[in-house]
């Protein structure tokens, strides 16, 4: 919900064709089409908008999008902002509340961004780029679990573990073990590689029971 104190600077916002609003919102008139804050085309001033936090929202009110401001393009910006963010580990350093302020959205507004773009949360998609990091460097590195812990982004060697644990059903240094007995035979190397995480960690137990 908005509330009028933000209805009043969208509509300013709009009149202004201010840019700092663009992805923040997207308004619809009534010909069924939507736009991004500073489209360029003449707004009749007495005109009533409907408002839109993300492109998905508007399209599923059955608006389209403008062929002047091309509001979908910009969401697909933000949302390709968000994850290049994530992926610089913006998330571990600050939180999901500090990359919404770096990008100068709100916090719900940046997780309604991701949503549509990915169907999942921005911290879920964190915790499979620390755990892939995590993976890669305990198979492939020599490097102490406490160092793989911190250089994939996770804050203590205890949050590495209880994640990790959870994820894949066995501990690092069991993953790793498993890892290093199987590098003897290529084929189930290779096998191991194209499997899920989870699925990976699974036959990682398999293998060290037997
Ligand atoms: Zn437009």
Same mark, same amino acid.
């Given at each position: ?15 202004? /064709? ?14 069924? $089409? ?10 009749? #001033? ?21 062929? #002047? ?26 939180? $999901? ?10 916090? +719900?507004?940046? /997780?309604? $961004? ?14 499979? /780029? ?27 060697? #205890? ?16 993953? #790793? ?20 995480? +989870?699925?990976?960690?699974? $036959? ?7």
């Amino acid at each position: 919900m908005t509330t009028v104190g933000d209805e009043l600077a969208r509509y300013r916002a709009i009149l202004k /064709r201010d840019k700092r609003y663009d992805g923040k919102f997207y308004f619809a008139k009534t010909t069924g $089409v939507y736009c991004r804050a500073s489209c360029p085309a003449l707004h009749p #001033r007495e005109q009533r908008y409907t408002f839109f936090d993300t492109v998905s929202q508007a399209k599923a009110s059955g608006y389209r999008a403008c062929m #002047r401001c091309h509001p979908d393009a910009l969401q697909t910006d933000l949302s390709l902002e968000i994850l290049d963010k994530i992926d610089a580990g913006v998330i571990n350093d600050s939180g $999901v509340h500090g990359l919404a302020d770096l990008l100068h959205i709100s916090e +719900r507004h940046l /997780r309604r $961004v991701v949503h549509d773009a990915t169907g999942t949360s921005p911290t879920n998609i964190n915790q499979v /780029r620390r755990l892939t990091a995590a993976k890669r460097l305990l198979v492939q590195t020599k490097l102490p679990i406490i160092d793989v812990a911190f250089r994939a982004g996770f804050s203590s060697l #205890r949050q590495f573990n209880d994640v990790f644990k959870h994820a894949f059903s066995v501990s690092p240094g069991q993953l #790793r073990k498993a890892s290093r007995h199987s590098t003897k035979d290529t084929s189930t190397t290779l096998a191991l590689g194209k499997l899920s995480g +989870r699925l990976l960690g699974r $036959v990682s137990l398999k293998q060290l029971s037997s």
